[in-house]
């Protein structure tokens, strides 16, 4: 009697037990997908460094691609790159303008420089003549008969006047004479024009020993070389 009454508590207590412990759990909780992701992409990361540094790589390559794609999908950051790019294209098409007109500018000023210096060059050359015929005047009177007589000796002084006046006015236009003899000058082809050659001792060769003809330049230019003898030693 009293074993049967002992086997009923036990029984009745092992009930009470298993009563409590289902009223007092705690109920399950279903984690939605993205916790999940997060749960396993913590994971692994907890795994080897190959594999942490191959899923950091995959989440780089997908936010610059989100990037790119965001960028290129923007209207006004086109419009932008168009305006710079338009902006640098009419700089240098300016810079290039005013290159170009600087270097215009220049070139007339010399080219207009050049016809003033040169736009007598024609009138100056038929000028040259008078020159060379007074010259030659002069050159043939001997100093005998200038100083035998008076009268010659003043009309030789008229003719050299005349010579020294248009001398003047020939130089005020820029033109001068030049004569390579006067101080043993080295044949110079540029301004000079070689008509002979002779053997001259005491001098060396290439050097002018006698003007045949004097020349002139014009503003830095030859407007007539010069008719020189030149030294030639055996």
């Known amino acids: 009697m009293w074993q049967l009454r002992g086997v009923s508590r036990a029984l009745r207590s092992r009930n009470t ?14 984690l939605p997908v993205a916790s999940c992701r997060s749960v396993s992409r913590w994971y692994s ?21 989100g990037k ?14 168009a305006l710079k790019k338009e902006i640098l294209e009419l700089k240098d098409y300016w ?12 070139t007339t000023k010399r080219e207009k420089a050049s016809i003033k210096d ?31 007589n008076k009268d010659f000796k003043s009309f030789y002084g008229g003719i050299e006047m005349t010579n020294k006046v248009l001398m003047q006015a020939l130089e005020k236009n820029g033109i001068k004479k030049f004569d390579p003899s006067e101080n043993g000058d080295k ?3 540029r301004v000079m024009e070689a008509t002979f050659q002779t053997p001259v001792e005491g001098k060396e060769d290439g050097t002018v020993m006698m003007t045949q003809q004097k020349g002139y330049m014009l503003n830095g230019r030859v407007l007539r ?9 055996p």
């Open 118 to 148: 040169f736009a007598n060059q024609a009138f100056a050359k038929d000028l040259l003549e008078s020159s060379d015929t007074l010259d030659l005047a002069l050159q043939s009177v001997p100093k005998e008969v200038m100083e035998s």
């Open 187 to 189: 044949f110079d082809p």
């Open 68 to 81: 790119g794609e965001a960028k290129a999908e923007d209207p006004k950051q086109k419009e932008i790159e």
């Open 95 to 106: 810079r290039r303008s005013v290159a170009d007109f600087r270097n215009l500018q220049e």
């Open 225 to 233: 070389a010069a008719k020189v003898g030149v030294v030639k030693n």
């Open 17 to 30: 037990a298993a009563l409590v412990r289902s009223r007092y759990q705690p109920p399950r909780i279903a």
């Open 45 to 65: 990361s907890t795994t080897a460094e190959g594999e942490v540094k191959t899923s950091e790589g995959v989440q780089e390559e997908v936010l610059a691609e």
